[in-house]
């Protein structure tokens, strides 16, 4: 650890539940590197990050931050910290090449990284949290089809299978997929991200099999282990209309249903929303011939506990025009409003209030299960000073802000048990490439060296006293 010294956190004391989880998050293709080591096959991201002007500074994660060496190190950073949990993902492609296959196909030289990470988070009394699916697809099943084919649904519960016969016995939290949302509508829609494909049906289609793929992947490790600890990690945002007209008010209805209820209410009420399926009809997006009876069954299935990612709030307006290619499919015309608050380096604006609404929501209006915030955290343009060190206060703001955000939310009712901040590391921040810092801990690119920043040791001040204080 450096010797930076945290701003303090003002305000009165907020003191979090016992046992609450103080995290850590990342992926695998972000941090790992080693993208063609011991067996390693290719995935979507290792394809698209070759796709000329695909990713700011033609950045790829061929070595991003050379996790897949470091991780004892890392480990022992974590530990410095005073984490309690560790949220991070499995790369497909490094235990099963091909994505698909007899027991023959699995790559034992990728399993044994991750059990070598795990038993020394473990070794650490750091609580391992497994992400089955953070976008890296391999590519052989996207040549097949990808995620818009019902087959990559089945693929991916197998593959859950497999990860959780290697690690079950060390491993008691596992969330299936990240952020379905973005995996369908910026890798299918818009584009922005792996495969690149630009086509709205598409798009529709591979969010559905996204969540069936996460009901066959809960049902695979409910067998396998009927006690197992099990969620899904969406992107929830705070939706808002510009103004109080009704135009507006529909555009938010639009944008909160594409965003937050095509994902939730499938899972949480096994169904998909009404209204939702009548703009994407209605626009001719898609005749929705992907599904098929008994899917609702097999994705009303939260599992044991509901992980929510946040990073702001859509201010939306009503609009004209379709704009193409489009992550909203049927919604295009929809405008997003900036209100001038503060933003992030990612150009997010900052409004902590909006996890505070989303999880009092989930709380109020769906089944109850537990909940975890498994992302939230921001870029700012960090710079390492003359001495070594690099202070953050805007991070430690956005942060103790989220924080309090949290605490309100759980004095609201909302069964919140633990945050995970993104991220540990500075990171290959996807079409961002290394552009875009949002680590608690610097990572010198050419150097891999890290340097904790002062929202680490703020961090760890946080966790040692299990809540904000005064000093
Ligand atoms: C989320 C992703 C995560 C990271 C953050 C900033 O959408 O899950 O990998 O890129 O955004």
Redesign the pocket.
Known sequence: MSTIRPAPVTGPALGFPTGFRWGGST?AY?IEGAATEDGRGRSIWDVFARIPGAIAGGDTGDVACDHYHRFRDDVALMAGLGLTAYRFSVAWPRVQPSGKGPASSVNQAGLDFYRRLVDELLGHGIEPWVTLY??DLPQPLEDAGGWPVRDTAARFAEYAALVHGALGDRVDRWITA??PW?SAFLGYGSGVHAPGRRDGAAAVAAAHHLLLGHGLAVQALQAARPDVEVGLAP?LYAVSPATGTDADTDAARRIDGLANRIILDPVLRGRYPEDVLADLTAAEVSDLGHLREGDLATIANPGTFLAV?Y?SRYVVAAGTGRQLPSAWPGSEQVRFVGRGWPVTA?GWEIDAPGLAETLVRLHREYPPLPLFVS?N?A?FEDTVDAGGEVQDPDRIAYLAAHLRACHDAIAAGAPLAGYFV??LLDNF??AEGFSKR?GIVHVDYPTQRRTPKASAAWYARVIGRNGLADG
């Open positions: 992926a972000q953070h976008w990240n952020e973005c992107n990612n990073y990612m992302e955290g870029a993104w991220s921040e996807w949002f």
